[in-house]
Nanobody, 126 residues
């Protein structure tokens, strides 16, 4: 069973940057894709970014377009979320996710993912 462990969260001021990491317990090359979600208090879990393992088809949500980038280091079995120009509205718990059912389609819909990390907190102050 795949395990995902996020790290890199913290507290920053608006305009700052953070890089989140997601260490994966299996060979990332064996997974179809990885995604990042976030959940602010009292809100639903929102898809932020998605990276396919075997094709260059990264995608980020409109709310973070131009500021966030997701990448994958297959050699390190690690997925990254680079977050620049952070805003207070980016404050949330951030989760890494993947799907293990072999379906080669990965929309930013939490229902499509069956493996999740425990999350890492990002807090942005104004």
């Amino acid at each position: 069973q795949v395990q995902l462990v996020e790290s890199g969260g913290g507290s920053v001021q608006a305009g700052g940057s953070l890089r989140l990491s997601c260490e994966v317990s299996i060979d990332t090359a064996s997974s179809v894709c990885f995604a990042w979600f976030r959940q602010a208090p009292g809100k639903g879990r929102e898809g932020v970014a998605r990276t396919y393992t075997h094709r260059d088809n990264g995608f980020v949500a409109r709310s973070v377009e131009g500021r966030f980038t997701s990448s994958l280091d297959v050699a390190k079995n690690t997925v990254y979320l680079q977050m620049n120009n952070l805003k207070p509205e980016d404050t949330a718990m951030y989760y890494c996710a993947t799907r293990t059912d072999g379906i080669r389609y990965c929309p930013l819909d939490r229902a499509e993912y069956n493996a999740w990390g425990q999350g890492t907190q990002v807090t942005v102050s104004s």
